[in-house]
């Protein structure tokens, strides 16, 4: 099983970084880097997470004690979901079967950008909770967040919440719409894409943000 070096070694490669750009992400030196690769120090504890948050890793991948990068991605369970289900009984009384009615648009970008987001049609969406809150749908163009959030799909966004770090939302970044995960490292602002095609998008202080909300589904037609 590789070690945590090779791991770290590796991601850096695989993601064409350069010593002095994974030091400058990370806010550390480059000797520091080295040392990494050279097994001479590890990284502090709230480092490794940001490390996996960054390269969409998991720890055990990270730590050298699996070689699944992403199990969720890998569509396997974590060790802890996998609870057996077969043993519950889902009491239909409790399922709810009502829907809302809420606005479809036209198109964001799972890409490089899009700025059309014209509105299409009011659209029934089951499961969703009716307290008030504000939501809305936009069909997805692009693959960058395959494979969670396929080309073709349609995302609904829970308008007016805080999306926290690690969490996927709907942005504009200078006129332009994207679904992107949202990561925070080291105070930087980063629009992340799991389809590692596709470079991160770093959010400035003098760039025109907005944050629509947070992606609570994803439907797919089939």
């Known amino acids: 099983m590789a070690e945590i070096k ?5 991601l850096r490669i695989e993601n064409s970084l350069t010593q002095s750009q994974m030091a400058k992400i990370f806010d550390v030196g480059i000797s520091t880097i080295s040392m990494w690769e050279q097994g001479q120090r590890i990284p502090r504890p709230n480092t490794l997470q940001e490390i996996c948050d960054y390269f969409n890793v998991d720890m055990d991948y990270l730590m050298g004690r699996s070689d699944i990068k992403n199990r969720y991605q890998a569509g396997l369970k ?3 979901e996998d609870k ?3 043993d519950s009984n889902i009491d239909m009384n409790t399922v709810n079967t009502d829907y809302i009615m809420i606005p479809l648009y036209e198109s964001i970008s799972a890409g ?5 987001s014209e509105f299409i049609e009011m659209i029934p969406v089951f499961g969703l909770k009716k ?3 504000t939501y809305f749908a936009v069909k997805v163009e692009g693959d960058s967040m395959e494979p969670k959030i396929p080309n073709g799909s349609t995302i609904i966004i829970k308008k007016d919440i805080q999306i926290e770090s690690g969490e996927i ?5 200078n006129d332009e719409n994207f679904v992107k995960q949202k990561k925070v490292v080291k105070d930087r602002l980063i629009l992340h894409s799991f389809n590692l095609a596709y470079d991160d998008k770093v959010v400035n202080e003098f760039d025109d943000f907005v944050e629509y909300g947070k992606v ?5 037609d089939l």
Do not use: C, H, P
Request: charged fraction near 25%; charge should be negative.
């Open 6 to 10: 090779d791991r770290i070694l590796d």
């Open 78 to 80: 974590y060790d802890w």
């Open 84 to 86: 057996k289900q077969e």
């Open 112 to 116: 490089y950008g899009a700025s059309n």
């Open 131 to 133: 307290n008030g809150t």
């Open 169 to 173: 939302g709907a942005f504009n970044l």
């Open 216 to 220: 609570v589904k994803v439907m797919i």
